[in-house]
């Protein structure tokens, strides 16, 4: 499989926008979560009211509209996997896109992959790959942070090897932030730690945010423990001097960074910075999202709807 780093991002025409050639749809399917993170910008003053018909309409349309661009569906929350509509959405999903199915990626805090009978419905549906939050090696740091019933090391080897056998793959997510994983040697032990536990693991600086309709004490608390990207570039380029990088792309989307390296036979990726405002997104589309209201938007706000300008 072609790495997130190979990837050749370049834009092209469609309607009156420059449209990414490896578009992701961002499929959010709720806001609601199991944990309650103190990052989470998923946490927001009010939200979109679900409907479900809406969404079905609306996903259909887009991938009509876009199914020559579109390199991934990206299933978001909140947290997905406590939708009441989860399995009914990802078998919908199946329906449209069955002639020419889409590489699906869940993401999710993995709490309910504990449950078996779960487990194993999300393992024969129609999503290749899993990407598990988890912050900290340390499981009571760990807690501290996602304020949740969080997974443990052999609760995520059993749901890999689920995933594993049933032809899936598994990517460890974490964020790096002042008050985690911001020295070298933390990194190597979430690494050595999680190792044989999941494919891939993606390290991604938290970020300073002031996005639109966020809680004002998760945009303190990002203000508070962002590193700079000074910071952030020192410590990744000190894990790529120890151990050598496999790839690096400073032109995924244009504008992020990504390293790519084996430490200790452990894939890793870094993903030196975040998409920041450096597109006029009413000519430029990198990435879209569905809201659960059915508004396809090509920014975090929920109220935006585009899916009109290309019908
Ligand atoms: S697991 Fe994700 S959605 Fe849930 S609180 Fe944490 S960051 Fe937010």
Redesign the pocket.
Known sequence: MVSEVEKKFEFKNKGEYLVSNKLFLDLIFNNK?N???R??I??TKSYANSNLDRWKESFKKTIDIFKDEIDSLIIL???ATVDPDFFLKLDYMDSVTKNNHIFTILTT?GCLLRNETFLNKVASSTVDSVNI?IMNHNLEHNKYL?RGNVLNRDELKKIYEVFHNNGKTVRLNTNVAKNNLCTLEEIEEYINYFKGCCDVIKFTPLMKTDMFNTEDDILTYTHEYAMSKEEIKKLFDSLVYKYGSKNSNSKVFGLINYGELFVNGQHVILKYEQVEDMYDLNRVIPTLKLYPNGNLSNEWDYNKNILDKFI
């Open positions: 979560c944990c309650d993170c990052f989470c998923a946490k929350g909140g947290e805090n939050s996602m």
